[in-house]
């Protein structure tokens, strides 16, 4: 099992920055990619960004040049953090923390609660 906690979230004006942290708890160790979704009311579910254990990253166009996904592995933990800049009132939308875990046998996908990220002047 592995347990998401988002934080970060809130309202800014277009052009600012926000930085966006998901903590992972619990069979860290099996954690293989984490990343970064979003939705915006009556859209679908959409990847931002994602950032494998070996650090390799893989960003949406739509945010590329804009956003960085970073991530910290301790003993305990692992973090990933999103950090945005440039936001744009399109970037508004609930944003969630992923984590797929690979048991040795077989992949499992966990999912935050989510965060609101509010773009607007």
């Known amino acids: 099992q592995v347990q998401l906690v988002e934080s970060g979230g809130g309202l800014v004006q277009p052009g600012g920055s926000l930085r966006l942290s998901c903590a992972a708890s619990?069979?860290?160790?099996?954690?293989?990619?984490m990343g970064w979704y979003r939705q915006a009311p009556g859209k679908q579910r959409e990847l931002v960004a994602t950032?494998?254990?070996?650090?390799?990253?893989?960003?949406a166009d739509s945010v590329k040049g804009r956003f960085t996904i970073s991530r910290d592995n301790a003993k305990n933990t692992v973090q990933v953090h999103l950090q945005m800049s440039s936001l744009k009132p399109e970037d508004t939308a609930v944003y969630y923390c992923?984590?797929?875990?690979?048991?040795?046998?077989?992949?499992?996908?966990?999912w935050g609660q989510g965060t609101q990220v509010t773009v607007s002047s």
């Open positions: 950032i494998t254990s070996g650090g390799s990253t893989n960003y």
């Open positions: 619990g069979s860290i160790l099996g954690i293989n990619t």
């Open positions: 992923n984590a797929v875990y690979y048991s040795g046998t077989s992949y499992s996908g966990y």
